[in-house]
């Protein structure tokens, strides 16, 4: 897993607003190269997520109950997080990340090809004024 698949996971999701962007927060401060836990304070999720500590606490209960986050407590330390995409979400994170982007479905669409015998691209606008077309010249 990586982080790009843990955040789509995490969106992709019906989680609270809060929920996803304490995962969010907590997911940055993982080492997703060698896979070490990450352990942020709650002061640290507070100053990174502009929510309150008990907001913090629940939305971290509602991680692990969901199965997005498994926490082991420390002794007068922070808690270890390891970030973590339920079974059930892995098949609706592949649906998410092979999605077309915005980028994509424009290209498309701004390079379709003309019908054959006209002279016209499909999308025209032509309630262009001459006044809008000597506005237009200063960008061409």
Known sequence: MNSYEYQDAVLASNLSANAK?????????Y??????E???????????TSLSKATI??????????????????YNQSNLYVPL???QCQTETLVVSHRRT???YNYEYNNEIKEEGSNEPLATNN???????KI???FR
């Open 85 to 87: 995409i339920p079974t």
């Open 38 to 48: 990450s352990f942020p304070s709650i002061s640290t999720l507070v100053a990174r």
């Open 21 to 29: 962007l304490t995962a969010l927060a907590i997911s940055y401060h």
């Open 102 to 104: 915005n980028n994509e």
């Open 31 to 36: 080492n997703w190269k060698e896979s070490t």
């Open 57 to 74: 606490h629940r939305a971290k209960a509602e991680l692990i109950a969901r199965g997005f986050l498994a926490s082991t407590r420390r």
């Open 127 to 133: 309630n262009f004024s001459l006044e809008d077309e």
């Open 136 to 138: 237009w010249e200063m």
